[in-house]
């Protein structure tokens, strides 16, 4: 049932994706004096179509093949490939008759539109959801930070303030700043000590290649376990939904990331976990992921220092601005990541249609739709 409702996500945003960017080649031939004569969601080969009807000189339908969609531009060989129409004398409501940056908009209208619906989109979750602020001094038990940075002293249980200078108000201040922005100072509070960690430039990569792609979080305390991977390390070591983990390896684990720094660095090899099973206590030897993970789930999800995020409200025309600066952010972003992609870890990590539908929610989640839609 979940990946009914993933893949009912995935088919939506893409249909609105697919819908916008057929209207942006439309309204940019209409406005040039082109003739449109269909307009489809969906492909209707060989003839069939689930619906359609015509208003003016276009014909509007829905196709039985979802594989995108299409604008049949006259005078224009396109997804239609309707090469009789261009062996005909050209006319002036045709697309191969106007001027070369008229066709050029044409063509790009379909990209411009959608590049716009985005930070659209972006600004509507703002206005209607809002954001929300990191107030570090607030994080009392400290920060989840991934082992790997334990090497340059930085640890969980420390509170990274600012990065490259700037005061942090979110988690991706830190994670997309190190992966992707370029930052590599840290200023961070130990105990009431302030303490400045100069962080390689090849720390981007560094942290790609160890699988270190959240580098800060919240420090969540460590309950039963709310869900086992099927298949995975700890179900096959006989780990139950509701143990409760006391101790790996004789370290005592309080919070959750506390698990991961004592299984980080231990592929391959079989970890000693302690587990409550009621009132039992069972030792269990599990294998441990690259990852430092066995394939578990602790049922907390929440500390009182999300107490530390306070809600913020954005009128309209911040809410617009928000859109872009983020968006454009984000843009920025997208790019960056091309520099994972280049290397081998990279290259085998792309995936396609199903990658993109992990990325909506099991169950159907509005503001992770539209996000992810963004």
């Given at each position: 049932?979940?990946?009914?409702?993933?893949?009912?996500?995935?088919?939506?945003?893409?249909?609105?994706l697919v819908v916008?960017?057929?209207?942006?080649?439309?309204?940019?031939?209409?406005?040039?004096?082109?003739?449109?004569?269909?307009?489809?969601?969906?492909?209707?080969?060989?003839?069939?179509?689930?619906?359609?009807?015509?208003?003016?000189?276009?014909?509007?339908?829905?196709?039985?093949?979802?594989?995108?969609?299409?604008?049949?531009?006259?005078?224009?060989?396109?997804?239609?490939?309707?090469?009789?129409?261009?062996?005909?004398?050209?006319?002036?409501?045709?697309?191969?008759?106007?001027?070369?940056?008229?066709?050029?908009?044409?063509?790009?209208?379909?990209?411009?539109?959608?590049?716009?619906?985005?930070?659209?989109?972006?600004?509507?979750?703002?206005?209607?959801?809002?954001?929300?602020?990191?107030?570090?001094?607030?994080?009392?038990?400290?920060?989840?930070?991934?082992?790997?940075?334990?090497?340059?002293?930085?640890?969980?249980?420390?509170?990274?303030?600012?990065?490259?200078?700037?005061?942090?108000?979110?988690?991706?201040?830190?994670?997309?700043?190190?992966?992707?922005?370029?930052?590599?100072?840290?200023?961070?509070?130990?105990?009431?000590?302030?303490?400045i960690r100069k962080?390689?430039?090849?720390?981007?990569?560094e942290l790609f290649?160890?699988?270190?792609?959240?580098?800060?979080?919240?420090?969540?305390?460590?309950?039963?376990?709310?869900?086992?991977?099927?298949?995975?390390?700890?179900?096959?070591?006989?780990?139950?939904?509701?143990?409760?983990?006391?101790?790996?390896?004789?370290?005592?684990?309080?919070?959750?990331?506390?698990?991961?720094?004592?299984?980080?660095?231990?592929?391959?090899?079989?970890?000693?976990?302690?587990?409550?099973?009621?009132?039992?206590?069972?030792?269990?030897?599990?294998?441990?992921?690259?990852?430092?993970?066995?394939?578990?789930?602790?049922?907390?999800?929440?500390?009182?220092?999300?107490?530390?995020?306070?809600?913020?409200?954005?009128?309209?025309?911040?809410?617009?601005?928000?859109?872009?600066?983020?968006?454009?952010?984000?843009?920025?972003?997208?790019?960056?990541?091309?520099?994972?992609?280049?290397?081998?870890?990279?290259?085998?990590?792309?995936?396609?249609?199903?990658?993109?539908?992990?990325?909506?929610?099991?169950?159907?989640?509005?503001?992770?739709?539209?996000?992810?839609?963004?």
């Amino acid at each position: 049932m979940n990946g009914l409702i993933m893949a009912a996500q995935l088919i939506a945003g893409l249909s609105i994706l697919v819908v916008l960017h057929e209207l942006g080649h439309f309204l940019a031939a209409r406005a040039f004096g082109i003739k449109v004569e269909k307009f489809y969601l969906f492909f209707d080969a060989w003839g069939f179509k689930l619906f359609s009807v015509k208003i003016g000189e276009t014909e509007y339908g829905i196709g039985w093949l979802p594989l995108g969609g299409y604008v049949k531009i006259a005078g224009m060989i396109d997804e239609s490939m309707d090469k009789e129409q261009m062996a005909q004398p050209a006319k002036s409501y045709e697309f191969r008759t106007k001027k070369p940056w008229q066709r050029l908009i044409i063509m790009i209208g379909g990209v411009t539109v959608n590049l716009i619906a985005g930070f659209i989109i972006y600004g509507a979750i703002a206005w209607y959801w809002g954001g929300a602020t990191l107030t570090t001094s607030k994080l009392t038990q400290g920060m989840a930070i991934h082992p790997y940075l334990a090497k340059y002293d930085v640890r969980s249980g420390d509170v990274i303030t600012k990065v490259n200078g700037e005061e942090v108000t979110s988690f991706d201040d830190i994670n997309r700043g190190l992966l992707l922005r370029n930052k590599t100072t840290l200023t961070l509070s130990r105990k009431g000590k302030i303490l400045i960690r100069k962080l390689p430039a090849t720390i981007d990569q560094e942290l790609f290649q160890h699988g270190a792609m959240s580098v800060a979080s919240f420090r969540v305390i460590s309950e039963s376990a709310g869900t086992i991977t099927p298949g995975g390390f700890a179900e096959k070591a006989g780990m139950k939904k509701g143990d409760k983990i006391i101790s790996i390896n004789g370290a005592e684990i309080k919070y959750f990331d506390d698990i991961q720094l004592s299984l980080y660095g231990k592929r391959n090899k079989k970890a000693d976990v302690l587990v409550l099973r009621g009132n039992d206590s069972i030792m269990i030897h599990s294998k441990v992921t690259p990852e430092g993970t066995i394939g578990f789930a602790s049922k907390n999800q929440f500390t009182s220092d999300t107490l530390a995020l306070s809600k913020v409200q954005y009128t309209l025309g911040e809410s617009m601005s928000k859109g872009i600066v983020g968006g454009t952010q984000l843009l920025r972003d997208y790019v960056a990541q091309f520099k994972f992609v280049f290397t081998k870890k990279g290259a085998t990590s792309v995936g396609g249609f199903t990658r993109i539908g992990d990325m909506f929610a099991p169950v159907w989640d509005w503001k992770v739709f539209w996000f992810n839609t963004a």
